[in-house]
């Protein structure tokens, strides 16, 4: 069965200090790597695709890097506005139809 | 682009009514559209899978004569919560992948749901 874990489930960090929010997967033949932001009482919103081991995304103060087992979202500098959820998911060879979320990471940036 | 809309974004209903809740991608085709249900500090629980033209996909344990299922367009998917229960009451999330493209889903805002 697929299954994707993020880590830490919660993490508190000031302004400008930088890190990173894991997601480890474990699925078969995988088709892609996403990650989403949540804002308290909204959608997700999309920020990245990743395809295969080796590949990076940048976003402003975030870049996505994939292995053959795990993601990671990198956050430079944070900034208050950058508290959020931050959701990752695995699609799998089913295709869209199997698509597996991880719980998140709950990002909270202290001024 | 890839702009997911939900209406109603809330809505408060008596115990058993119906409601709907409309899905349009707004600014694309959505061949497929996706029906979620969030608990709070919980993830994104799958429903449904909505296809134009054919009937809906329901994961398992999820009652397809309680959550009905339409998408009726390109653009357009509704989710109708039947005789709905206060156990009903959740944030319900719509998502459309767009047509011809690949793996990533557009999410809408969502809906809260309350049901008294």
């Known amino acids: 069965e697929d299954q994707v874990t993020q880590s830490p489930e919660a993490l508190r960090l000031q302004e400008g200090e930088s890190s990173s929010l894991n997601c480890s997967y474990t699925v078969s033949g995988l088709r892609g790597l996403f990650w989403y932001r949540q804002d308290p009482g909204k959608g997700p919103e999309f920020l990245f695709t990743l395809y295969s081991a080796g590949e990076e995304k940048e976003k402003e103060r975030l870049k996505a890097t994939l292995t053959k087992k795990e993601s990671f979202l990198h956050i430079t500098a944070p900034k208050p506005e950058d508290s959020a959820t931050y959701l990752c998911a695995a699609a799998g060879p089913g295709g869209y139809q199997k698509v597996t979320f991880g719980t998140g990471t709950k990002l909270q940036v202290i001024p | 682009g890839a702009v997911v809309s939900q209406h109603p974004s809330w809505v408060i209903c008596k115990s058993g009514t119906s409601v709907k809740i409309e899905c349009r991608s707004l600014d694309f085709q959505a061949t497929t559209m996706f029906w979620y249900r969030q608990f709070p500090k919980q993830s994104l629980m799958l429903m449904a899978t909505?296809?134009?033209?054919?009937?809906?996909?329901?994961e398992q344990g999820v009652e397809k004569d309680k959550f009905l299922i339409n998408h009726a367009s390109l653009t357009l998917s509704t989710l109708t919560v039947t005789s709905a229960h206060p156990e009903d009451s959740s944030f319900y999330i719509c998502?459309?992948?767009?047509?011809?493209?690949?793996?990533?889903?557009?999410f809408g805002p969502g809906t809260r749901l309350t049901v008294t």
């Open positions: 909505s296809n134009e033209g054919s009937k809906a996909t329901y």
């Open positions: 998502s459309a992948r767009i047509e011809g493209g690949l793996y990533e889903q557009y």
